[in-house]
Each structure stands twice: as structure tokens, then as C-alpha cells.
């Protein structure tokens, strides 16, 4: 049982360029969600789905696109990438709100992407 | 809007000091409370997680959490800590009746144990 799965771990961009990074779950959950992580900020939620072909905006989605096109895929992209979108990128799976049910997030092993 | 506030930024301890880790969360409903423990280089794995019932509770590796409802508190415990406690850790909240299951995290607190 592999969790959750992001793809690649580590990746360097110039400025402008585009990249996707795609994370796959395999516990069947409902929800995903794409997390970035930067240093005295704790994380940040970009952007989040609670099914298959719904996505939603978080807390700092700008510059960030989304697709979640297969229930077990999410897929988090970046059309031109800045500098400023230089930090950890974690991706995150949970079974929707079942009253007080287990509804805890589970965590990718992250996404390194540094931007120059 | 929800928010959550650690109040320690950097710990600092030697092996066998105890441990507490403060949190805070402003959300006017019932919450789902967590802590995730992220040790260097790897992601997000949950210590403990509070949704109803007993305040205290216990998570794995020895740690706890009180749940103070009057206070909005969700402070981190542990007797006596180890240099493999060594990590970086975050509280999180939850809206109880959440239809997104979207997470809050806490700015995060690192906590560095001396051998």
C-alpha cells in the first residue's frame, strides 16, 4: 500500500517555464489537496478536491492551475513559473467528513522545486 | 476565518527535558485538532489527532495533547524527550463539521534535542 505518491521529488525550473507535478493515492479518498511549505509559514493550502472532476481554490492559489480528472490523480501545475514559487510542495489525501469518523490527512513525501 | 498560532517557533532541549508545545486556534464551531510531526527530510506523519470525547489524548512515540475548549488550546506534551524527537512540528485544525476536510496548520514549531 504506497499512500500517497508524488511525482518527481526534486525538480529546478528556469523562470517561465512550466511543470506538472502529479500526485496519485491508492486509499480510495475523496478528498486531495496540494499544500506548499515555506520556511516560518507552516503549510499553506493551494488548492483542493473533494471528488473526481471538482477542484476548488485554498488559501494562496494564485499562479497555480489544478486538475483532478481520475478520483485517485491531482495533479498541481504551474503554466510560468516565478521564483517566488520556490518551496516544498506536499500533497495530501483524506476520506470526506464522515461525522467524527476518521477524517485525518494523509501526506505525500513532497516535491522539492526550486525556480531561477 | 480559522487560524492557528504555535507560539514557539524554536525549541531547544536536552535528552530527558519535557516537552510542551503550545497551539492555539481561533474557529468558532466544533474542531478536529491535530499534530503532524515532520522529521528532517521527510513529510507530514500524524502524532496525535483530538475529534471528540476524552480532552486528553494520546498519540504515538509517547507524545500527548490536552484539549482546552475555554482556553481554544491544543498544547503538545511529552515527559521526557529524545534526540530522535528531533523535528519540526505542526498543529492543525479542522472544522468539525467540515464538508472539505480542508487542514489549518500552525506556523510550525522545531525542536532541536542535544544528545
Known amino acids: 500500500n504506497a499512500g500517497v505518491t508524488q511525482t518527481p521529488k526534486f525538480r529546478v525550473l528556469k523562470t517561465g517555464q512550466s511543470m506538472t507535478l502529479l500526485c496519485a493515492q491508492d486509499m480510495n479518498h475523496e478528498y486531495m489537496y496540494w499544500y506548499r511549505q515555506d520556511p516560518g509559514m507552516g503549510l499553506r493550502l493551494i488548492h483542493y478536491s473533494v471528488g473526481e472532476g471538482t477542484t476548488a481554490k485554498g488559501e494562496v492559489p494564485d499562479g497555480y492551475n489544478v486538475s483532478r480528472l481520475k478520483k485517485q490523480n491531482f495533479l498541481l501545475g504551474l503554466e510560468s513559473a516565478a521564483p517566488s514559487q520556490t518551496s516544498v510542495y506536499f500533497c495530501a489525501s483524506s476520506w470526506a467528513h464522515r461525522g467524527q469518523g476518521n477524517t485525518e490527512a494523509f501526506f505525500g513525501q513532497g516535491t522539492r522545486l526550486t525556480v531561477v | 476565518a480559522q487560524s492557528v498560532s504555535q507560539h514557539n517557533h524554536h525549541v531547544i532541549l536536552s535528552e530527558a527535558a519535557s516537552l510542551e508545545l503550545g497551539c492555539n486556534y481561533s474557529y468558532g464551531g466544533t474542531v478536529n485538532l491535530f499534530w503532524y510531526v515532520q522529521y528532517p527530510g521527510q513529510h507530514l506523519q500524524l502524532l496525535l489527532k483530538y475529534f471528540s470525547g476524552d480532552p486528553l489524548v494520546k498519540g504515538i512515540k509517547g507524545f500527548e495533547a490536552e484539549f482546552i475548549k475555554s482556553k481554544f488550546s491544543f498544547n503538545l506534551r511529552k515527559p521526557s524527550v529524545q534526540w530522535s524527537d528531533t523535528a519540526e512540528y505542526f498543529c492543525?485544525?479542522?472544522?468539525?463539521?467540515?464538508?472539505?476536510?480542508?487542514?489549518?496548520f500552525g506556523q510550525g514549531t522545531t525542536l532541536q534535542v542535544k544528545p
Open positions: 492543525a485544525v479542522k472544522g468539525g463539521s467540515s464538508n472539505t476536510g480542508k487542514l489549518i
